[in-house]
């Protein structure tokens, strides 16, 4: 019972990573019709970010976080005018092989600039530990999650109170018809780019603590991002948070129960039965708000 | 008048880069290029394989590096362990990486777009974990040594050694060949025009008779074999094999050879397979710079090329055909 619940746990933290990340790549799809192989990568620099204001400039945790989402937020606006743009209408290949290409640049790039091996970045909330009956977790795991949840709040009420908000639910439904309305359509792009960058950030910044940041973070997390999308319904945002944490929880259970080494099976192994069984997602494509 | 003169140029081109491939090991002694050769013609196996998928069939798969594994392993251990024939693992390795194949279409039936190709790198993945994990069989990422070469062969006093790599290159050349006769055959054959059929508009296809599910299963069953084939030839070439070689980042190598080499066509992707080939270990002076340009080299071609650097015709004529975007 015991490992059960703190499997539970750690399945919760690392599912708020994933759906972090996860949102930007399904609002992304959504919106862009673009599957972004690139958006490990966004995460691996938002943590690189978070790792050079933390370790080195000494900045306070929560403002590097911040800080770190609006530096990749303005990189994912790049991205998109430079990147996105031009493969925009472009058969599927080509627009993956696209962003593969993209992801493969920015990577390579990164080890260049930082160098292969892994850096740890330390924060004080790692040593402050919260009592919850027979367990203790450090400050870290609850703020992961807390900050995943304000994020997500935020990001909710921004979609269905604002104007903007509004404007890309529409691109969503039907980019054609949302510039037949007035809509500027690439403002709405740039604008996706930006939160769904700043968010793989915020999930960069939040695990750099808790795991080593390294180059090749990205590519093993994105994979599992394409599970979360897949499993909540591409497109879905509800779904992609639902379904990173779902994915979160079956990895570390099964690191718990099973074996560590068939962790990594275990999303993937879910996600061709989503697509024999249900291959809309759980929340199905006929939800008429794709964002 | 015109199409006449291309015809006749490119069966002179074909003719005299046969004659060149041929006549290569006996001018040459250098053992980097010939190994680069056989490198090259092993990517022309997994790329044609995967042309037929992608490229006839028009079902774009990111698990190539997966069957490709298969072929490898599983020839490698017939091998090593029961100790089978090379000339028998081959055929095997190749069969195994179509059932497997098989496994893959199946799923695959249903899907299309991005919900396929997450689906193929699933499956990737899926491979590339039980080659880490099942360590009894495996030796998970410690790979396997010595996995022999294919030995030798003799005919009354004539000995034929195939761990030479001179020999070796004309193995693969005339495997080369064979798939390429095959390929050729295959595409022009009513399956091929199934093929084409289904890329083109599935809905179609499916209105004027083909059957989806059928010939869906022949594209990767026929793809996925030539895959295996590859992983046996690189298994008995190299000696070695670890997970390390069937990841996703060859399935993209392999897309990319085909992509950019021009899909649907076959001397493209060849034209893919030979040219990345040599051009990754040509860039090996850039060092640490490598693959930097070769990610950027790829955004870049991918939106200027969107449809490969060959088959000119093949393409406008596609291009053409192509529904409108509003």
Known sequence: MNTFISQLINGVVLGSIYALLSLGLTMIFGILDIVNFAQGELYMLGAYVGFFLIAVLHINFLLALVISMIVMGVFGILVERFSFRPLMGKPHTSMILGTVGLSIFLMNGAILIFGAEPRRVGTPYSDIFVNLGPFSLSMQRVLVFAVTAALIILLTLFIQKTKMGKAMRACAQDLTAARIVGIDTNRIAMLTCFIGSALAAAGGVLIAPLFLVSPVMGLKACLKAFVVVILGGLGNVPGAIVGGFIIGIAENLTAGFISSEVKDLIPFSILILILLVKPEGLFGKYIPEKV | ?326
């Open chain 2, 1 to 326: 008048m015109m199409k006449q003169k291309f015809k006749s140029a490119k069966t002179f081109l074909i003719a005299a880069s046969l004659i060149i491939a041929f006549v290569i090991p006996l001018i040459t002694e250098n053992e980097y290029y010939l190994h680069t050769l056989i490198i090259s013609g092993i990517y022309i196996l997994l790329v044609l394989g995967l042309n037929l998928i992608l490229g006839y069939a028009g079902q774009l798969s990111l698990g190539h590096a997966a069957f490709y594994g298969i072929g490898a392993y599983t020839s490698a251990l017939l091998m090593m362990k029961l100790h089978f024939s090379f000339w028998l693992a081959l055929p095997i390795g190749g069969i195994a990486a179509g059932i497997a194949g098989l496994m893959l279409g199946f799923p695959a039936l249903r899907l299309k777009g991005p919900y396929l190709v997450i689906c193929t790198i699933a499956f990737g993945e899926i491979a590339h974990q039980i080659f880490m994990n099942w360590e009894s069989l495996t030796r998970g990422p410690m790979g396997i040594p010595g996995v022999p070469s294919p030995g030798e062969f003799s005919i009354g006093n004539f000995v034929i050694d195939f761990s030479e790599k001179q020999v070796y290159y004309y193995l693969v050349f005339i495997i080369v060949i064979i798939a390429l006769l095959l390929n050729y055959f295959l595409v022009r054959s009513k399956t091929g025009r199934a093929f084409v059929a289904i890329r083109e508009d599935q809905t179609a296809a499916e209105v004027i008779g083909v059957n989806l599910t059928f010939y869906k299963l022949t594209a990767f069953l026929s793809g996925t074999f030539l895959a295996g084939i590859a992983g046996s030839l690189y298994a008995h070439y190299i000696g070695f094999i670890s997970p390390e070689s069937f990841t996703l980042g060859e399935s993209i190598n392999i897309l990319v050879m085909v992509i950019v080499g021009g899909m649907g066509t076959i001397i493209g992707p060849i034209f893919g397979a030979v040219g990345l080939t040599f051009l990754l270990e040509l860039m090996r002076a850039f060092a640490d710079y490598r693959m930097v340009i070769y990610g950027l080299v790829l955004m870049i071609l991918i939106v200027v090329l969107p449809e490969g650097t060959m088959g000119g015709i093949d393409i406008l004529r596609r291009n053409l055909k192509k529904p409108q975007k509003i």
